[in-house]
């Protein structure tokens, strides 16, 4: 059950757009639909902002995108405003019937 | 609106036990499969286990797997998390959440492993 590879740090500014990448195997990222997306910030309780990799909750804004290619997932955030400024982690359904978290990335809006 | 509520959490010695419970109100209870996550300070999330909605399913992690017990009364809106030979690294916050896709989190309850 290693966790999923996820770069420590992003950095944007308002405005710009970002992609934050996950990285998983055939046997979880690859092989189900089951890719989730969290936002966290400081002291605050996760939010699910992508779910079945490129889903959005009611009330996320379209801003935030999902995507996957191979045995990556990606989310991308566009038109960066100052509240993105948060932790980001993935998620993934595996074939030992467990769920496994990336390691998480801090993103910083400039 | 739907909310769930973590308690039980506190100071435990290693090798200790806790029981955590999560309250759920606003939903169907026995319709959601429910999961626990944990945190430890400064750190990433970390799956822990999953129990489905009639508790015929349920998965842990290897790094619980045989020390902690999920179970559910559906009667009570209620999920527990049975924590046994609790370790320095068991040191966290816990929520539950709610959902395959872990869309609904409770607040989260502090448990402290130390001595």
């Known amino acids: 059950q290693s966790a999923l590879t996820q770069p420590a740090s992003v950095s944007g500014s308002p405005g710009q757009s970002i992609t934050i990448s996950c990285t998983g195997t055939s046997n979880d990222v690859g092989g189900y639909n089951y890719v989730s997306w969290y936002q966290q910030h400081p002291g605050k309780v996760p939010k699910l902002m992508i779910y079945e990799v490129s889903n959005r909750p009611s009330g996320v804004p379209d801003r935030f995108s999902g995507s996957r290619s191979g045995n990556t997932a990606s989310l991308t955030i566009s038109g960066l405003q100052a509240e993105d400024e948060a932790d980001y982690y993935c998620n993934s359904y595996t074939s030992s019937s467990t769920w496994v978290f990336g390691g998480g990335t801090r993103l910083t809006v400039l | 609106e739907v909310q769930l509520v973590e308690s039980g959490g506190g100071l435990v010695q290693p090798g200790g036990s806790l029981r955590l419970s999560c309250a759920g109100s606003g939903l169907t209870f026995n319709h959601f499969n429910m999961h626990w996550v944990r945190q430890a300070p400064g750190k990433g999330l970390e799956w822990i286990a999953y129990?489905?909605?009639?508790?015929?399913?349920?998965y842990y992690a290897d790094s619980v797997k045989g020390r902690f017990t999920i179970s559910r009364d559906n009667a009570k809106n209620s999920l527990y998390l049975q924590m046994n030979s609790l370790r320095d690294e068991d040191t966290a916050v816990y929520y539950c959440?709610?959902?395959?896709?872990?869309?609904?989190w409770g607040q989260g309850t502090l448990v402290t492993v130390s001595s």
């Open positions: 959440a709610a959902k395959w896709e872990l869309i609904y």
């Open positions: 129990i489905s909605g009639s508790s015929d399913k349920i």
